[in-house]
């Protein structure tokens, strides 16, 4: 049984940095892809950034050059850097992991993004 644990969340000033990290309990390299989701009050879920077992890594436009998502396949860990925040980036961020026909997610983590 996969177990996804996720950290970092909190509240930061507009321009702030925060960065979440999602703790896998096996080995990252074999599942298929892992990212971070988001969901506002009142919103569906979103993706906002995702990285595959070989690296390739894709944002949703409203990130690109604030966000950056790496991780450490010693640790088995997926972290999401979160740069120059904005109030609209408020919202639970869940980790994700996909691998053959399953998929689970962390427990969420909330950002809160105000002065």
Do not use: H
């Amino acid at each position: 049984q996969v177990q996804l644990v996720e950290s970092g969340g909190g509240l930061v000033q507009p321009g702030g940095s925060l960065r979440l990290s999602c703790a896998a309990s096996r080995n990252i390299l074999s599942i298929n892809a892992m990212g971070w989701y988001r969901q506002a009050p009142g919103q569906q879920r979103e993706l906002v950034a995702g990285i595959s077992s070989v690296g390739i890594i894709a944002y949703t436009d409203s990130v690109k050059g604030r966000f950056t998502i790496s991780r450490d396949i010693v640790k088995n860990t997926v972290y999401l850097q979160m740069n120059s925040l904005k109030p609209e980036d408020t919202a639970v961020y869940y980790c994700n992991a996909v691998w053959g026909t399953s998929a689970l997610w962390g427990q969420g983590t909330q950002v809160t993004v105000s002065a």
